[in-house]
């Protein structure tokens, strides 16, 4: 594997989740900076500019990186956490909202994986976390995950998050799967991404899915999201908004309009 | 170079290739496997049509072999038997074409960041043309109802003469320069006590002069000079084009920067202050010769238009309000003077006006 640090994690928790890496002596994880939750006596902490996967690559190309970073909607800079002591220590890399953390180990998925912007959590160093530029432009304006994605490229462990359950699927060659807009987290570069209009002017009105479906087709393996973290703040705004929301114990809430039109929560 | 062969298990592997004659050879780490090339199938895909797989079924499962990328798919094209090869050439192009594609969708992200300023400046290239249209469109009610406001504003002040010979001179004079003039306005001429130098128009025809111009005037053609110039304000509806201009200029910033909260909103009232500071150049400019078209036709004298401004400008202790507002007034003379000129004289017929008696009036005005 020359370069790439093996790690070994440990996820814990069911829906706020944090990902425990044990390192050997001198290995070292690459993460968003901001997103470490707690790290051994013996860990050194490196700020970098970029994702830290070019070691010399210049004050041009960590510039390139990091601006490539910012348009993703990352921050500028990476942290890099190295084990410089003689023994076996830990750091642990917590979720930002709610959802679940995958690993993936890029070298068993042929060295790449597309992700949802924003859903790269933390992977071990020499994983290089770029841009996948969208280039269908309806496919970037009504696919859900917008023009810009994440391209993680490398051979080690890479953590990824996204919000609500993820489930993982492997699409059989020519197998396609028709998924909501912004459900989707990541994939392998092998599957073909589109849309694909939801059909009939009712359901594209009334069934709730917006105009189009995202199409998956493989082969290849696919990540999914069951609540995009865009929905989650729709719902809590929509809950704690000036209109005041629906409580609890409230007088009305049992036999009000409220809860007779209210829908499913 | 990236081939990939997926098994009908799940399991991804990093792959090379060869062709032997019509057979597929795939080789790994500690793997090899041979397909007959008349049971392969070509699908084109892939993220960003980047790919073209290799399908077949075997092992009651189906096999995929991806080529990603340009160089994959040269490399997997090269050799490949007839069928094959063209399916293989045209993934080839499709790769090609898509990156083609990329810079056509930047140009397209581009163009919708910058049409929006596209259009931004244009609105400010022609502001003045549209400022135009929109006050041509507006009825002369408008004027009416905005004058009225500033109308009832001023009496509430209670500041507004009730008469007086100093009132009566600029009611005099006033009805004179605007008799015979077809205008949609209705003309009303007020004296406040003030003692800054200044007078305004409000739209509409409320002509209010101070009494410190009057104080400050050395003869009665002076006075018919600065209220046949704010006379100029009201035909040419200037106060209104700039009330439009400053609407126009807020909901441009609004659609810029999205509200008027926060930095924006403290933006839009900096901005718009500047428009408030009054008239513009052009707008003082027309109003001076309106002002020397409206004397001529009242056969009043306009020499005391620019005396009075030329005293004004020369006198110490920073300009007075009414120059203030009035921007570049050095150049104004010199053009209001050049335009008398080319004009030429015309025939007097003065007023009848006790001016003494007037100065005496403003210089000891009433107890409050």
Redesign the interface.
């Known amino acids: 594997m020359g370069q790439m640090h093996e790690i070994d994690y440990r996820i814990y928790g069911e829906d706020l989740q944090f990902v425990e890496v044990e390192l050997d002596p001198q290995e070292a994880v690459v993460a968003e900076a901001g997103g470490m939750m707690y790290m051994d006596d013996g860990i050194q902490m490196e700020t970098v500019f970029g994702d830290g996967s070019q070691q010399k690559s210049g004050f041009l190309g960590a510039l390139m990186g990091a601006g490539k970073r910012l348009l993703t909607g990352e921050s500028l800079f990476m942290t890099i956490f190295m084990n410089q002591s003689a023994d076996r220590r830990r750091v642990a890399f917590g979720a930002p909202y709610p959802g679940r953390i995958v690993p993936a180990h890029l070298s068993e998925l042929g060295g790449e994986l597309i992700c949802q912007k924003d859903s790269f959590l933390a992977a071990a160093k020499g994983v290089s976390v770029g841009i996948a530029f969208q280039k269908k432009i309806g496919v970037g304006l009504f696919g859900g995950e917008g023009f810009i994605m994440q391209r993680l490229q490398g051979d080690g462990w890479a953590f990824i998050h996204a919000g609500g359950m993820l489930v993982e699927r492997t699409l059989q060659p020519g197998e396609l799967i028709r998924v909501d807009t912004g459900c989707i987290v990541a994939f392998q570069p092998s599957v073909s991404y589109d849309i694909q209009f939801v059909g009939g002017v009712k359901s594209a009105l009334f069934g709730g899915e917006g105009l189009f479906f995202a199409t998956l087709r493989g082969p290849g393996r696919v990540w999914l999201q069951s609540l995009p973290l865009s929905r989650l703040a729709g719902r809590i705004m929509a809950a704690a908004g000036p209109r005041g929301g629906r409580e609890e114990g409230s007088v009305l809430g049992g036999i009000g309009l409220g809860a007779i039109l209210g829908s499913d929560d | 170079m990236?081939l990939?062969l997926?098994e009908?298990g799940?399991l991804?592997?990093?792959v090379g290739v060869s062709w032997q004659g019509a057979r597929l050879v795939v080789s790994g780490h500690e793997f090899e496997r041979q397909v007959d090339a008349d049971r392969l199938l070509v699908?084109p895909?892939?993220?960003?049509?980047?790919?073209a797989?290799l399908?077949w079924v075997d092992d009651g499962?189906?096999?995929?072999l991806?080529a990603?990328g340009e160089e994959a798919l040269a490399a997997l094209s090269a050799g490949a038997p007839p069928p094959l090869d063209a399916a293989l050439g045209e993934a080839l192009e499709r790769a090609r074409r898509?990156r083609g594609?990329?810079r056509?969708?930047m140009a397209?992200?581009g163009s919708l960041l910058v049409l929006p300023l596209l259009a931004l400046l244009l609105l400010w290239l022609f502001r003045e043309r549209l400022a135009d249209l929109v006050v041509e469109r507006l009825p002369h009610s408008v004027d009416a109802q905005v004058g009225a406001l500033v109308e009832a504003q001023a009496r509430a002040q209670g500041r507004l003469q009730a008469d007086g010979f100093a009132l009566a001179a600029v009611r005099e004079t006033g009805l004179r320069l605007t008799t015979g003039v077809t205008s949609p306005h209705t003309f009303r001429f007020e004296l406040a006590r003030d003692p800054t130098v200044n007078a305004y128009a409000a739209p509409g025809g409320f002509v209010v002069v101070h009494s410190g111009l009057l104080a400050s005037a050395e003869g009665h053609d002076e006075l018919a000079g600065v209220l046949a110039h704010e006379i100029g304000h009201v035909t040419g509806r200037h106060a209104l084009r700039q009330m439009v201009f400053r609407a126009g200029f807020a909901s441009a910033l609004r659609l810029l920067v999205g509200s008027p909260d926060g930095v924006a909103g403290l933006l839009a009232g900096g901005a718009r202050e500047l428009t408030d500071l009054g008239f513009s150049r052009e707008q003082e400019r027309d109003a001076d010769l309106e002002a020397l078209g409206l004397l001529r036709q009242a056969r009043l004298p306009a020499e005391g238009l620019l005396r009075f401004f030329e005293r004004l400008e020369s006198k110490a202790g920073g300009p007075p309000p009414l120059l203030s507002t009035h921007p570049d007034p050095g150049n104004r003379v010199r053009t209001l003077r050049d335009e008398l000129e080319r004009r030429g004289a015309w025939a007097i017929e003065p007023i009848a006006i006790d001016w003494p008696a007037v100065r005496a009036e403003v210089a000891t005005p009433p107890a409050k």
């Open positions: 990236s990939l997926f009908p799940g991804t592997r990093r699908q895909g892939g993220w960003q049509d980047a790919s797989h399908v499962g189906a096999w995929a991806t990603q898509s594609r990329g056509r969708t397209f992200l």
